[in-house]
């Protein structure tokens, strides 16, 4: 149990050496060396990559938040969800509707409030929550597979929502995301030149996504590392001998509800400007089925299973489609064969199975043999 | 150990990478090959790259894989005959199964590497990349799609009438031939999107023109079984029906008011039929009186363009049908070829240059029947419909029975971007 909170990459296991690690000794090890490489790498790379590499990392920064939420709610307290497209839709349309201007578009009328974008980023984010909220009293009290189907009602009633309201949606073809303002610098495409390197929408929304999720990475770690943190786990492990120790079961389970419906919410913000039009068509089932993929592929429970599920998951067809020329067995489109959509599917379907069969705590687990030793 | 390696080579790597950024900005804009033509993106000395964004694994995969393959005949054929400017062509093709994320991302993967799309499926996708198309990659993008949401812009253009315009020429046809008369109702199914949408604007402008009522029927995608439609327009006593839907949905319309003694005469858009429905239970019903309008001759039909295509494309593919997806692909590459000569002749093969040759071209396409102008990017390249009825003795199971034709209605009816 001790082992589900804990981080993957994090200096050595914590029963053994969390008294006596001085700074000295953390400096011996090569994570920290890996850490400020590795964060190096990522603050560089806008430099570097193309758009398509950049905004085909953006995606996975999105998915990693919300499947860290999910890994809240799934992973580390039992409870399945089927609904996070849902959240993740109220996060991005969210953000629309409230950060947006009224418009006419395509003879729609769309209504909007026009706050100013950073507000409307936040009060997003909390709107998603407050839609958990409301689903809370459900959330509370069901567990396991009855919370799953529950949860599954909230995507069909999410999505003939979001192709009907026209005013509010853009119903079919969606509409366009207000790009986001943050003290009078915006994220959008007009061209600012740093260091010879025109940055436009994906090289500034880089920045923006990975401390979106340094922080949602490292509340989660504080959640799950503390007080709450174990009671979830009670929950999942033993909800009867949790509620005799004295966590309030159902409070616990609709709090990690709502919270990881917030996490969902910031992915349906960041994925709405990095998409820069939301589409209804997008937050259907297959989409949260692929947030269940992710996490049990990560590793159910930790935040970096979650981190390292997402990045696999949402990586693997951009970066089957963009090899397919060269890759084996899979066909360029329309040369019959295997399409590298399929592909990936299959994949990372074959993935899932590999893991729970001989990876049950997923790829995060993955360790060193020398680190198993306690 | 081990880890210590990988650390050692990853800040290696961080070094040389550090050395040097190939994004960093260089003027090479305004490049000339040898002969004196400007090339820009997509364009080298031996080869034009296109790009087709298409879906062949979702909702429209059996139009994705027509488009697709017509194009891929086409630019077979182009490069046979020499290539353009001297130069081959490519197309590279990315699937994205109707998917946004994957649509996206296509577009932002291929966008730097070719001139210009001869193919765009999904009409939600190109809105949601409209921005930066005008904005700043200004490459011609041909989508496949008939919405009137996609005109008005230089880029963005349309090759066919859009669905409000078909819609009028559609009704335009039964009133000429004395099916509907003034005070009549017609019914309209319609999918809900900006397809259905875009054909009710166009039907209720009809109507008023020639004083008739529009009885809406709203459907989904997924419905699939047209017998409450089907008895909501009985009830209501419509004359006609308008089908803006799937084929599946035509067809269940038009089997069900046939196996329900509900005679009215029922038309569709174009992407209202397929030929593979001839072979279902409706089959025989809709060779009754079912009609489909459209921007193109029929593949079966035995003018020259036609015939030449089907041929060709049932040499290349023989175990792929035919259908209309064949033409409208076809025509869309042989649309953007046009513009390429163009824009060689002018020495200017860079995506201004291919834009403004695009903006000169009158008069085409009159081999498939109708003739296409792309002067204006805020009309569509035509106001012409072609009216065809299912038949299952011609290949491609569609005959003309009204040739190219513009209704006055149409004509004086304003596109509402």
Same mark, same amino acid.
């Given at each position: 149990?001790?082992?589900?909170?804990?981080?993957?990459?994090?200096?050595?296991?914590? *029963?053994?050496?969390?008294?006596?690690?001085?700074?000295?000794?953390?400096?011996?090890?090569?994570?920290?060396?890996?850490?400020?490489?590795?964060?190096?790498?990522?603050?560089?790379?806008?430099?570097?990559?193309?758009?398509?590499?950049?905004?085909?990392?953006?995606?996975?920064?999105?998915?990693?938040?919300?499947?860290?939420?999910?890994?809240?709610?799934?992973?580390?307290?039992?409870?399945?969800?089927?609904?996070?497209?849902?959240?993740?839709?109220?996060?991005?349309?969210?953000?629309?509707?409230?950060?947006?201007?009224?418009?006419?578009?395509?003879?729609?009328?769309?209504?909007?409030?026009?706050?100013?974008?950073?507000?409307?980023?936040?009060?997003?984010?909390?709107?998603?929550?407050?839609?958990?909220?409301?689903? @809370?009293?459900?959330?509370?009290?069901?567990?396991?597979?009855?919370?799953?189907?529950?949860?599954?009602?909230?995507?069909?009633?999410?999505?003939?929502?979001?192709?009907?309201?026209?005013?509010?949606?853009?119903?079919? =073809?969606?509409?366009?995301?207000?790009?986001?303002?943050?003290?009078?610098?915006?994220?959008?495409?007009?061209?600012?030149?740093?260091?010879?390197?025109?940055?436009?929408? @994906?090289?500034?929304?880089?920045?923006?996504?990975?401390?979106?999720?340094?922080?949602?990475?490292?509340?989660?770690?504080?959640?799950?590392?503390?007080?709450?943190?174990?009671?979830?786990?009670?929950?999942?492990?033993?909800?009867?001998?949790?509620?005799?120790?004295? &966590?309030?079961?159902?409070?616990?389970?609709?709090?990690?509800?709502?919270?990881?419906?917030?996490?969902?919410?910031?992915?349906?913000?960041?994925?709405?400007?990095?998409?820069?039009?939301?589409?209804?068509?997008?937050?259907?089932?297959?989409?949260?089925? #692929?947030?269940?993929?992710? +996490?049990?592929?990560?590793?159910?429970?930790?935040?970096?299973?979650?981190? +390292?599920?997402?990045?696999?998951?949402?990586?693997?067809?951009?970066?089957?489609?963009?090899?397919?020329?060269?890759?084996?067995?899979?066909?360029?489109?329309?040369?019959?064969?295997?399409?590298?959509?399929?592909?990936?599917?299959?994949?990372?379907?074959?993935?899932?199975?590999?893991?729970?069969?001989?990876?049950?705590? *997923?790829?995060?687990?993955?360790?060193?043999?020398?680190?198993?030793?306690? | 150990?081990?880890?210590?390696?990988?650390?050692?080579?990853? !800040?290696?790597?961080?070094?040389?990478?550090?050395?040097?950024? #190939?994004?960093?900005?260089?003027?090479?804009?305004? !490049? !000339?090959?040898? =002969?004196?033509?400007?090339?820009?993106?997509?364009?080298?000395?031996?080869?034009?790259?296109?790009?087709?964004?298409?879906?062949?694994?979702?909702?429209?995969?059996?139009?994705?894989?027509?488009?697709?393959?017509?194009?891929?005949?086409?630019?077979? #054929?182009?490069?046979?005959?020499?290539?353009?400017?001297?130069?081959?062509? #490519?197309?590279?093709?990315?699937?994205?199964?109707?998917?946004?994320?994957?649509?996206?991302?296509?577009?932002?993967?291929?966008?730097?590497?070719?001139? /210009?799309?001869?193919?765009? +499926?999904?009409?939600?996708?190109?809105?949601?990349?409209?921005?930066?198309?005008? /904005?700043?990659?200004?490459?011609?993008?041909?989508?496949?799609?008939?919405?009137?949401?996609?005109?008005? @812009?230089?880029?963005?253009? &349309?090759?066919?009438?859009?669905?409000?315009?078909?819609?009028? =020429?559609? +009704?335009?046809?039964?009133?000429?031939?004395?099916?509907?008369?003034?005070?009549?109702?017609?019914?309209?199914?319609?999918?809900?999107?900006?397809?259905?949408?875009?054909?009710?604007?166009?039907?209720?402008?009809?109507?008023?023109?020639?004083?008739?009522?529009?009885?809406?029927?709203?459907?989904?995608?997924?419905?699939?079984?047209?017998?409450?439609?089907?008895?909501?327009?009985?009830?209501?006593?419509?004359?006609?029906?308008?089908?803006?839907?799937?084929?599946?949905?035509?067809?269940?319309? &038009?089997?069900?008011?046939? $196996?329900?003694?509900?005679?009215?005469?029922?038309? *569709?858009?174009?992407?209202?039929?397929?030929?593979?429905?001839?072979?279902?239970?409706?089959?025989?019903?809709?060779?009754?009186?079912?009609?489909?309008?459209?921007?193109?001759?029929?593949?079966?039909?035995? $003018?020259?363009?036609? $015939?030449?295509?089907?041929?060709?494309?049932?040499?290349?593919?023989?175990?792929?049908?035919?259908?209309?997806?064949?033409?409208? *692909?076809?025509? !869309?590459?042989?649309?953007?070829?046009?513009?390429?000569?163009?824009?060689?002749?002018?020495?200017?093969?860079?995506?201004?240059?291919?834009?403004?040759?695009?903006?000169?071209?009158?008069?085409?396409?009159?081999?498939?029947?109708?003739?296409?102008?792309?002067?204006?990017?805020? $009309?569509?390249?035509?106001?012409?419909? &072609?009216?065809?009825?299912?038949?299952?003795?011609?290949?491609?199971?569609?005959?003309?029975?009204?040739?190219?034709?513009?209704?006055?209605?149409?004509?004086?009816?304003?596109?509402?971007?």
């Amino acid at each position: 149990m001790s082992e589900a909170t804990k981080d993957a990459v994090a200096p050595a296991p914590a *029963g053994a050496t969390a008294t006596g690690t001085s700074f000295t000794d953390r400096l011996r090890r090569p994570a920290p060396y890996l850490w400020l490489a590795g964060s190096v790498l990522l603050l560089l790379f806008p430099f570097y990559l193309d758009r398509f590499w950049l905004q085909a990392g953006l995606f996975a920064m999105a998915a990693a938040i919300g499947a860290i939420g999910l890994n809240l709610l799934t992973g580390s307290t039992g409870q399945l969800s089927m609904g996070h497209a849902f959240f993740l839709a109220v996060g991005a349309y969210g953000y629309c509707i409230l950060g947006g201007e009224s418009s006419t578009e395509n003879g729609h009328a769309l209504t909007g409030l026009g706050l100013p974008t950073w507000l409307a980023a936040v009060l997003a984010v909390l709107l998603a929550g407050a839609a958990g909220g409301l689903f @809370s009293p459900i959330a509370g009290r069901l567990s396991g597979a009855y919370l799953g189907i529950a949860t599954l009602a909230l995507i069909f009633i999410g999505q003939h929502v979001l192709f009907n309201a026209g005013s509010l949606t853009g119903g079919f =073809n969606g509409r366009p995301v207000p790009p986001l303002s943050l003290f009078g610098f915006t994220f959008d495409d007009a061209e600012v030149v740093v260091a010879a390197v025109p940055f436009q929408s @994906s090289e500034k929304l880089w920045y923006l996504g990975l401390a979106a999720l340094l922080a949602s990475g490292l509340f989660a770690r504080g959640v799950l590392r503390g007080r709450p943190g174990r009671a979830l786990n009670a929950i999942r492990d033993h909800r009867i001998a949790a509620g005799v120790m004295g &966590v309030p079961v159902a409070r616990y389970r609709a709090g990690v509800f709502v919270l990881s419906s917030m996490y969902a919410g910031l992915a349906g913000v960041l994925l709405a400007l990095v998409f820069q039009r939301t589409v209804p068509e997008y937050f259907g089932m297959i989409l949260s089925l #692929e947030y269940l993929a992710m +996490i049990v592929i990560g590793g159910l429970g930790s935040v970096a299973g979650a981190v +390292i599920g997402a990045a696999f998951v949402s990586l693997l067809p951009q970066v089957l489609t963009h090899y397919s020329d060269s890759l084996p067995l899979v066909s360029a489109p329309g040369t019959g064969g295997i399409a590298p959509g399929e592909a990936s599917r299959y994949l990372y379907g074959a993935a899932v199975v590999a893991v729970v069969l001989f990876l049950p705590g *997923g790829i995060a687990r993955l360790k060193t043999p020398g680190e198993k030793k306690k | 150990m081990k880890l210590r390696v990988v650390g050692a080579v990853v !800040a290696a790597l961080t070094l040389t990478l550090a050395g040097c950024s #190939e994004k960093a900005k260089s003027s090479d804009d305004g !490049a !000339a090959d040898k =002969n004196g033509v400007k090339t820009g993106e997509g364009v080298t000395d031996s080869k034009i790259t296109l790009g087709a964004l298409t879906d062949m694994t979702g909702v429209y995969a059996s139009l994705g894989k027509s488009v697709t393959q017509a194009q891929q005949l086409w630019v077979e #054929e182009t490069n046979k005959a020499g290539g353009i400017c001297d130069r081959q062509i #490519e197309l590279t093709v990315r699937d994205h199964g109707y998917d946004p994320q994957k649509a996206i991302g296509a577009y932002t993967e291929l966008e730097p590497d070719v001139l /210009g799309f001869t193919q765009f +499926i999904g009409s939600p996708f190109v809105s949601a990349v409209e921005s930066r198309i005008d /904005g700043q990659d200004k490459g011609i993008v041909l989508p496949q799609a008939w919405s009137a949401n996609l005109v008005g @812009s230089e880029y963005v253009r &349309v090759i066919g009438a859009t669905y409000d315009v078909e819609t009028i =020429n559609l +009704i335009d046809f039964l009133l000429d031939e004395k099916r509907i008369a003034k005070g009549d109702k017609i019914g309209h199914v319609y999918f809900e999107g900006d397809y259905g949408e875009n054909a009710l604007a166009g039907s209720k402008h009809a109507a008023q023109e020639a004083g008739l009522t529009v009885v809406e029927q709203k459907i989904k995608p997924t419905d699939n079984d047209m017998t409450a439609q089907v008895s909501a327009l009985k009830q209501a006593g419509v004359k006609a029906v308008v089908v803006s839907a799937g084929p599946r949905q035509a067809a269940s319309l &038009v089997g069900v008011a046939a $196996a329900t003694g509900f005679d009215v005469p029922v038309v *569709g858009n174009n992407s209202a039929y397929a030929p593979q429905l001839l072979a279902t239970q409706a089959g025989a019903a809709l060779q009754k009186d079912y009609y489909i309008g459209s921007s193109t001759l029929p593949i079966g039909d035995a $003018a020259a363009g036609p $015939a030449k295509l089907s041929k060709a494309y049932g040499a290349k593919y023989p175990k792929d049908g035919l259908d209309n997806g064949v033409i409208a *692909g076809y025509n !869309a590459a042989t649309v953007f070829g046009e513009a390429l000569k163009k824009a060689c002749e002018s020495k200017d093969l860079t995506r201004e240059g291919v834009g403004k040759a695009l903006l000169t071209i009158k008069d085409f396409g009159a081999d498939f029947g109708i003739s296409h102008d792309f002067t204006d990017p805020a $009309a569509p390249s035509t106001r012409e419909t &072609v009216v065809m009825k299912p038949d299952a003795k011609t290949p491609g199971g569609l005959k003309v029975v009204r040739p190219a034709e513009v209704a006055p209605a149409a004509e004086s009816f304003t596109l509402k971007p």
